[in-house]
């Protein structure tokens, strides 16, 4: 009978967690009350409550159950061992194009807290995960490129930390255009393509 209950409680806590990405994809964060929440799960606001503290609590579990597209490749990037480093930085932009395309949950959950929730109040500790996250997906591309013109014996026309932030900046760019015009282009093979012309830009050869 434990076991049963469990796997209930279990599945109503993912039930909440899916209404809630639902729910905060139409109407934002800040609109999206609790009771609508539990409506599009089948439950009451006692369910919620049961399992979450308030309405950031349940923010915050939803966006660690689909892991940020960032968060994730880093994860990914820190735990390869970079015998390549021109290989493993594309790759990492390769999986973060992939992953926001291919995975549903992940992309609702980056598109929220992209541009459907108020970084104010009991909010902002999003955006110091966001901040956080693109800091150390930075700081990786950083390593990489650095790491890749001391094996090629090639001197980066400018410093490797601009050279991450320009990289940075264009397929942070792709994302959003590719997100906001609803996947007008294929988005791994142009971002495959930009982020090669860029690196030919800064001389290397791929």
């Not at 039930?15 to 905060?24: K, R, S, T, Y």
């Not at 926001?100 to 009991?122: G, K, N, P, T």
């Not at 500790?125 to 700081?139: K, P």
């Not at 932030?165 to 971002?191: V, Y």
């Amino acid at each position: 009978m434990a076991r049963r209950t469990k796997e209930d409680a279990d599945a109503t806590r993912n039930a909440l967690l899916d209404a809630a990405e639902l729910v905060f994809y139409e109407k934002g964060v800040a609109r999206a009350s609790l009771s609508e929440i539990a409506q599009a799960a089948g439950a009451t606001r006692g369910a919620i409550y049961w399992h979450f503290k308030d309405k950031v609590d349940l923010f915050n579990a939803m966006m660690d159950r689909a892991t940020l597209p960032l968060e994730g490749v880093c994860n990914a990037g820190e735990a390869a061992y970079a015998k390549e480093p021109l290989v493993q930085l594309r790759g990492m932009v390769e999986l973060l194009l992939r992953s926001v395309v291919s995975d549903a949950h992940m992309r609702r959950v980056f598109e929220i807290a992209l541009y459907r929730v108020e970084y104010v109040s009991e909010l902002s500790g999003v955006r110091e995960r966001h901040l956080a996250a693109h800091a150390r997906f930075q700081a990786l591309l950083e390593r990489n490129l650095s790491l890749a013109a001391a094996q090629a014996s090639l001197a980066l026309p400018m410093s490797a930390a601009m050279a991450a932030a320009g990289l940075h900046a264009l397929f942070n760019g792709l994302l959003q255009s590719w997100l906001l015009g609803e996947a007008s282009f294929d988005l791994p093979a142009t971002g495959r393509a930009a982020v090669d012309a860029y690196l030919r830009g800064l001389g290397f050869h791929v």
